[in-house]
């Protein structure tokens, strides 16, 4: 949601920002621009509407000359997109600035700055910030404190990259609530919004904290945090390879990262398994002893991320014998919260920048929870940062706004954590009582005496998990052409009972991310309780049918559909007894364990998602009106 680029350098910076932007595309936005500080010391500055590539071209035909300059790709929230509403923002000539976030105070400022006669080009609530940034430098302050002074006055987010004609030897970034990370080069300093936009230039990155501010110059760097008190803030180096972020061999990142899955759930489970189970030191210093005194645990994250929890909460409870609480994030940070004691508070999110999951976060650990754990994709990210365990999903980058891997790989770190406390809670003579659902030796419902065999027999299981994966993915012809059948379809109905449901869920919201089709989940046991009502010969029924105990249940929801023309299509495996009849399509998907169902017949649905967006010809990684990182609320 919205990119920040700046560079300030010896060589010419505008191919530096235009790579920068281009690696930020994924985020999502409605526009591009970018501002340079040129010889004579004026600010040029060229904006577009649409992709980046327009930019480029309106680049070739006007070149922007100069070492110092910022550039942005905006998500619209204040103003419709336009190019008068694109980033960067001047005030009079003098200071440019891009911006990533929501003043909340935006309309008072407006007023004030009009009645002072500012004369206002944009919709934005950004413009009032350069605006107030311009104020403090007329009245003689430097560029450093001018913007100390503005973000006092600011209510809201912000990640900003400032530069000004009569500071032509300076760059200054702020953040707070919008992530902004530091890029260090050999007499060059860069900023932007995340570390993939700099990997061609750089590997050592330095990530802002809340409230600091920061001057870059050529030749050094000053930080200074929320209490204006310089600091100095640790300098990481990302193993992340510059072509990370390339599509490779694939048409679509999307397409790249289902196939990516295999991989990224191998490196998940890297290091994280013994012989015996999972090792709970996995999850930082002193989770063991966290873990085996934990009463409950609750669960926050948003969109993709939520699915999985729902998932977890199943296997906590039926595993552990914990309650499980789930919520979304942008709910929970709303409302009154009764903390049970002994809680653990997780929190998921592909980014570790998610504006309402790091909200609830920041909540919950005033709240009286025992600790919190994040689960996340960026080591480096504020969540991360923030949160006293970490587990890393080693996903690697996610370009599609549309989460795959991201998806897989939070499943496989909850199932980690679930046998973690089951295998502690077992330990401590809490052995939880099972739900009745599934393979005994999985859920556990014999308690075996041979504790060590058990953890032994999950921990083989989870290490199969990847070939497994490879065979799903086998599939990939067989959905593509079930796909045919979606593509003059308006809506569509997705079922599961259990488990499934929740991956149902995942299913429907990729259709319709990526392929504009209303599709919706429902628990197949509340056909009755309305959805029934959907069903006709043009409503496809999506299925997920895992052979579980749950199935005979299942059968019978499906039957109602069947008894009203609607059109099936049930994804089961070989042993489960469905047969294909006019109205009924079944995609065999491989036999497998019902602990790991859900990450199985979540890769099919990805896949039909996928097959049936490239099919209608929509944009597959940038679906219309979505971000992939939602650091707003």
């Not at 002072?116 to 404190?145: C, K, M, N, W």
């Not at 970034?173 to 919008?178: D, I, L, N, T």
């Not at 990805?606 to 939602?630: E, I, W």
Request: charged share 25%; with cysteine.
């Amino acid at each position: 949601m919205c990119g920040i680029v700046g560079a300030i350098a010896h060589r010419p910076v505008s191919p530096i920002l235009l790579e920068g932007l281009r690696r930020l595309e994924y985020r999502g936005y409605d526009s591009a621009g970018l501002a340079v500080l040129d010889a004579d010391g004026k600010i040029g500055r060229l904006r577009t509407l649409g992709k980046v590539s327009q930019l480029c071209t309106a680049l070739d035909q006007q070149p922007l000359a100069g070492t110092l300059g910022i550039a942005h790709t905006r998500w619209a929230t204040h103003g419709e997109p336009s190019t008068q509403n694109a980033h960067p923002h001047i005030a009079r000539q003098r200071c440019a600035l891009v911006h990533n976030g929501i003043i909340e105070n935006h309309e008072r400022l407006r007023r004030e700055q009009m009645a002072a006669g500012h004369i206002f080009s944009s919709q934005t609530d950004t413009e009032v910030v350069v605006h107030a940034i311009h104020d403090a430098l007329a009245a003689g302050h430097e560029l450093a404190d001018a913007v100390r002074q503005t973000i006092a006055r600011l209510d809201g987010a912000y990640a900003l990259g400032v530069i000004d004609t009569h500071y032509p030897d300076r760059l200054v970034a702020a953040r707070q609530g919008s992530p902004l990370v530091i890029g260090v080069g050999f007499q060059e300093y860069f900023i932007a919004s995340d570390v993939f936009a700099l990997l061609p230039v750089t590997n050592r990155f330095i990530f802002l904290e809340e409230g600091d501010v920061a001057e870059l110059r050529r030749d050094r760097l000053s930080i200074w945090n929320a209490q204006g008190e310089r600091v100095e803030r640790p300098l990481r180096e990302s193993s992340v390879a510059a072509d990370s972020a390339e599509r490779g061999q694939y048409r679509h990142f999307m397409q790249k990262e289902i196939f990516e899955q295999p991989r990224a759930v191998a490196d998940t489970l890297e290091g994280r398994l013994s012989s015996e189970g999972v090792l709970p030191e996995a999850f930082g210093i002193d989770a063991e002893r966290i873990f085996a005194t934990a009463q409950a645990v609750t669960i926050v994250a948003c969109g993709t991320s939520f699915h999985a929890g729902l998932v977890a909460r199943y296997w906590i409870e039926a595993l552990v014998g914990l309650p499980c609480n789930v919520e979304v994030a942008s709910e929970y940070r709303y409302r009154q919260h009764v903390v049970p004691n002994d809680s653990l508070f997780v929190t998921l999110s592909q980014s570790g920048e998610t504006a309402d999951t790091l909200a609830a976060l920041r909540i919950a650990k005033n709240s009286g929870y025992a600790t919190t754990l994040a689960i996340c994709n960026v080591p480096e990210s504020s969540l991360v940062r923030e949160s006293d365990l970490v587990l890393l999903t080693r996903a690697g980058p996610e370009i599609g706004v549309a989460s795959t891997k991201a998806f897989t790989t939070q499943l496989v770190a909850l199932l980690l954590l679930t046998l973690t406390l089951a295998r502690l809670h077992r330990a401590g003579g809490d052995q939880a009582d099972a739900s009745g659902q599934g393979d005994q030796d999985t859920l556990d419902q014999d308690k075996p005496r041979d504790e060590k065999a058990h953890a032994a027999r999950q921990a083989e299981l989870l290490r199969s998990l990847p070939a497994q994966l490879e065979r799903v993915l086998a599939l990939d012809d067989e959905v593509a052409a079930l796909a045919e059948q979606f593509v003059e379809k308006h809506h569509c109905l997705f079922l599961g009972r259990g488990e499934a449901y929740p991956i149902a869920m995942e299913g429907a919201l990729k259709l319709k991310e990526i392929s504009y089709i209303h599709a919706e989940a429902y628990p197949a046991g509340e056909l009755k309780h309305g959805p029934l009502a959907l069903i006709d010969e043009n409503m496809p029924v999506v299925v997920v049918a895992p052979n579980n105990a749950l199935l005979e249940k299942l059968k019978s929801n499906l039957e109602e559909v069947r008894a009203r023309g609607g059109q099936l299509y049930v994804f089961a495996d070989n042993q489960v007894p469905f047969q294909e009849d006019p109205g009924v399509t079944i995609i065999r998907v491989p036999e497998t364990d019902d602990l790991i169902d859900p990450l199985i017949f979540t890769i099919p649905l990805q896949l039909l998602a996928y097959h049936v967006a490239v099919l209608k010809g929509t944009d597959v990684d940038q679906p219309r009106n979505l971000a992939k990182s939602v650091t707003v609320e």
